[in-house]
């Protein structure tokens, strides 16, 4: 029973996402991003990545979208792609769920895409009001995959602005964490961003960035660490980010 109202549920919000198709954008964005690391886990350790990436706020609430391409230096390449679309219950007028802590309730979804496999995950989101902070969302998720047992994520997301010594900066980044079942170990992965914004420096008008990238991850892929395979990665990529 609980797999049926599961199921159902995932194909209601596959409907509700169709539907915002046609909405109208508020605002946007679009960034391409160049990565340069040295200490990738699992496959070839020197790789770069190009980053694309779209933002948008709508008037159901809110989606976000990236595609990477990864080039390793012993020739692979591979390409990934996420697409979180969320629907917004206030802005829908289902129901409108805010206090001091939370901004917003959504219902949230995301689509990974690989060459080997497509996962769905949707659930439950939320928006929240924390100090400082230019935005900062918690997801729960059901994650129904392609090659493993169905599991549960939580991720993380936020962004935030600051000056140092008069320079603008930004931490941004996010933390996924998905629980282990039979055929995989639980997994950790926390992705940052530490950047300095050089426009006003160059003179440009959209925001150019330059900084550093650091991956955490425990069980990479859910593959489980071992003396003999290494799953566990801490590497700090050289980064470039424009937005547009």
């Not at 797999?3 to 679009?30: H, N, R």
């Amino acid at each position: 029973m609980f797999k049926k109202i599961m199921s159902t549920g995932f194909y209601l919000l596959l409907l509700m996402t169709s539907k915002t198709l046609w909405a109208e954008v508020l605002w946007q964005d679009f960034s391409v991003t160049y990565l340069s690391g040295h200490h990738y886990e699992i496959g070839d350790p020197d790789r770069q990545v190009i980053t694309l990436e779209h933002v948008a706020g709508t008037n159901w609430g809110d989606s976000f979208m990236f595609l990477d391409h990864l080039r390793s230096s012993d020739g692979d390449r591979s390409n990934y792609a996420e697409w979180s679309p969320r629907l917004s219950l206030c802005k829908t007028g289902i129901s409108c769920i805010s206090n001091a802590f939370i901004k917003d309730v959504l219902i949230a979804s995301t689509v990974e895409m690989s060459s080997v496999s497509t996962e769905f995950l949707y659930g439950i989101g939320l928006d929240l009001n924390i100090p400082q902070f230019q935005f900062v969302q918690m997801n729960f998720y059901r994650r129904h995959n392609d090659n493993n047992a169905d599991n549960w994520q939580v991720t993380s997301a936020w962004a935030l602005p600051f000056e140092l010594a008069g320079q603008p900066f930004r931490y941004d980044g996010f933390i996924d964490w998905f629980n282990s079942t039979d055929d995989q170990r639980s997994s950790l992965n926390w992705t940052s961003q530490l950047k300095w914004s050089a426009s006003k420096w160059l003179g440009l008008s959209s925001p150019l960035y330059f900084g550093i990238e650091y991956v955490f991850w425990r069980n990479k892929y859910g593959i489980a660490n071992s003396a003999q395979f290494d799953t566990h990665e801490s590497n700090v990529n050289l980064l470039v980010k424009w937005h547009f």
